[in-house]
Structure formats: C-alpha cells, structure tokens
C-alpha cells in the first residue's frame, strides 16, 4: 500500500555531508512510524534512527549528534541529514514505514514497507 523511494546518497569525503530523501506515494505516511535503516557489505541492517507520529526521535549511539531525521508530512517525505560522516557510515541506506507505530520501532520486523536503498560512500 505504500512505495517509498529513496534518493541523495552518493559519494563523500571523511567529514563531509548528505541528506536522504525518502518519497512516499500509496499512502500519507503522517500516521506512520519513519526510520532509516543501513546494511553495510557482509553486515546484518542495523538501525539507524526513527521519528514517530508523535515526533519523538530515537537514535542509534553510533550516529548521535550526527544525524538528524525530520518528515514534510505535505510533501509526504522523510529526510535524513548526515553530518560528519565517517567511513564506517558506508552503507546502503534504506527508509521504512512502521505502519502499526511500534513503541520505539528500532527493530526492522517491526516495519512493514521499505524502500530499495541508497548508496552512501564515505571515504577515508
């Protein structure tokens, strides 16, 4: 019911900066749970962070003080800004939507639709 489609990532200097873009159609995602998840080559995806219907914002420890997430709920998209990258943030960086509005909603089972990913590179 609901297709999110990712966008912004690319290739980065150590210390450098980029915002995900994560468009949604099908559906507002303005009652939705949003996160960012990232899989980094032969890695489990792990969490990055979440913002809830309520706006409440919760972050992994790794990208704390780093990385910001926000929605539009009118342009029915979600954001994340990444500053100070570093090269262990190298990933494929993918948005999901928590349909159900999990408490918290750290753990991907607890997401119901994703995107297809985004590549960010950082180098050293």
């Known amino acids: 019911q609901v297709q999110l489609v990712e966008s912004g990532g690319g290739l980065v200097q150590d210390g450098g900066s980029l915002r995900l873009s994560c468009a949604a159609s099908?559906?507002?995602?303005?009652?939705?749970?949003m996160g960012w998840f990232r899989q980094a080559p032969g890695k489990e995806r792990e969490f990055v962070l979440t913002?809830?219907?309520?706006?409440?914002?919760y972050y992994a420890d790794s990208v704390k003080g780093r990385f910001t997430i926000s929605r539009d709920n009118t342009k029915n998209t979600v954001y994340l800004q990444m500053n100070s990258l570093k090269p262990e943030d190298t990933a494929v960086y993918f948005c999901?939507?928590?349909?159900?509005?999990?408490?918290?909603?750290?753990?991907?089972?607890?997401?119901?639709?994703w995107g297809q990913g985004t590549q960010v590179t950082v180098s050293s």
């Open positions: 999901a939507a928590d349909v159900s509005r999990s408490f918290r909603a750290v753990a991907a089972d607890e997401y119901d639709y």
């Open positions: 099908g559906r507002t995602i303005s009652r939705y749970n």
């Open positions: 913002i809830s219907v309520s706006g409440n914002r």
